[in-house]
């Protein structure tokens, strides 16, 4: 990391956003979830909230073991980070995700008002940033969510082509 990264405030969120090099490190810990998560059989998307410089929460995927629909990489972070915090308003923090948002997670992104979100690959088939819906951007909502996408977004990419290939293999 250089000098100018040091400078950066990590209690702003939006300190966060014009630079790639802060995002990588934050990105290869969700990617660390994403592998944890592949290694337990599950789709690899991992997820990590900071806060203050420091990682409240961490999560992947868990829809098979816990047989339940809702048990995505975000909405375990989401739910862990407002553990963390003893507030469902995630204000003043950053989720870093492996994988655009679906709409589910994009709702509870924008329910615990999360100012700020950076993702790795992109998710045409069910991506609610960019890819499909754009519900961050939506001036009809009582809050929009600040992203960067496609952060890391090749590593992020091809550990969810390989398993899926494993997968058809």
Known sequence: MDDRDERLDPADPAALLPGGRPHDRWMRLALDEARAAAAEDEVPVGAVVVAGGRIIASAHNQREQLADPT???EMIALTQ?????GSWRLEGCVLYVTLEPCPMCAGAILQARVPVVVWGAA???AGAVESLYRLFDDPRLNHQVEHV????????GRILTEFFRGKRG
């Open 71 to 73: 048990a995505h990489a």
């Open 81 to 85: 980070a407002a553990a963390a915090l």
């Open 123 to 125: 998710d045409p088939k």
């Open 149 to 156: 996408g496609r952060v890391l977004a090749d590593e992020c």
